[in-house]
């Protein structure tokens, strides 16, 4: 959390406000959230520039910036970007303010102080550790086929495996492999060519869907407005918690953890083998 769905609803929703924007200056309210340069430098740094773009790729949010730097963020566990919050009680959550011209604000609220943000010159670091972009031409049928291949992992860890698949998370991965009927457990190389062509459309489909209703609203996630998002009232088995039953063969949905995550499947519609 947040997953693809949700950084794109930020990115949708924050563009059109910010581009063109000017960065007056910066307030850190909690200087661990700044990787590099030093909170110092990356305060001067960021101040007087213009934000020309603004992009994302998997779990990252990018900012293009006037010096032809990139400001690059990452939201983690619990992170979100808010535009010119309602005025109200002093928020304890809020790490950074991004001033911008004529008066906005971008406040990067974060609980679990997870987040983190940095300058680059490029996004070379990023490409060396993410796979191929789930909603792109790019990724068709047979890069996902190539990805799978001699792969022993459990297909869950696989699909959470940033390197493999850009931008998939632990909710996501769930609803994925439930549309599919694959165990998550199964491993990789042990899915037929008919299961790996349900993952490939699953993923697209739940993936979009989830963009179609602002991305899934479970652990401090809000839209730059502060609005939810509805997406998590669309799932079938992740987050589903005690008592509750498969929407398609009513069986109980289980719970188990596949390294360290936890991980929700129907055991009828997600036989062990096949
Ligand atoms: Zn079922």
């Known amino acids: 959390m947040p997953e693809l769905p949700e950084v794109e609803t930020i990115r949708n929703e924050l563009a059109p406000h910010i581009i063109g924007r000017t ?14 340069p030093s909170a110092e430098e990356f305060r001067s740094r960021l101040a007087g520039q213009k934000i020309t773009g603004l992009s994302r790729r998997g779990k990252y949010l990018i900012f293009s910036l006037s010096s032809g730097e990139l400001l690059i963020l ?3 566990m619990t992170g979100s970007l808010l535009l010119n919050p309602n005025p109200g009680d002093p928020d304890r959550f809020i790490r950074a303010i991004i001033h911008l011209d004529e008066g906005d604000n971008l406040y990067f609220r974060d ?8 300058l680059a010159r490029d996004t070379s670091d990023l490409e060396k550790k993410l796979g191929p972009e789930p909603l792109t031409e790019g990724f068709t049928l047979e890069v996902l086929k190539e990805r799978l291949k001699n792969r022993k992992a459990p297909i869950k860890a696989l699909l959470l495996d940033q390197n493999l698949i850009a931008g998939v998370g632990n909710m996501y991965a769930d609803e994925a492999l439930f549309s599919a009927g ?6 990789g190389d042990s899915l037929s060519a008919k ?5 490939h459309r699953a993923i697209q489909e739940i993936l979009w869907a989830a963009i179609g209703n602002k991305g899934a609203s479970v652990e401090n996630y809000f839209r730059p407005g502060g609005e939810l998002g509805t997406a998590h009232f669309q799932f079938r088995v992740a987050h589903k918690l005690g008592g509750d039953t498969c929407p398609v063969c009513q069986a109980p949905i289980e719970r188990i953890v596949v390294r ?5 499947f ?3 519609c997600q036989p062990r083998k096949k």
Not at 23 to 36: A, D, F, K
Not at 195 to 199: G, K, M, S
Not at 260 to 264: E, L
């Open 266 to 268: 129907c055991p009828q």
């Open 74 to 76: 990452h939201l983690r």
């Open 23 to 36: 960065v007056t200056g910066l307030t850190l309210c909690w200087e661990g959230i700044v990787r590099q």
């Open 182 to 187: 694959i165990h998550p457990l199964r491993s």
């Open 195 to 199: 299961e790996v062509a349900r993952l």
């Open 111 to 118: 609980p679990r102080k997870f987040g983190v943000m940095w």
């Open 260 to 264: 360290n995550r936890g991980t929700y």
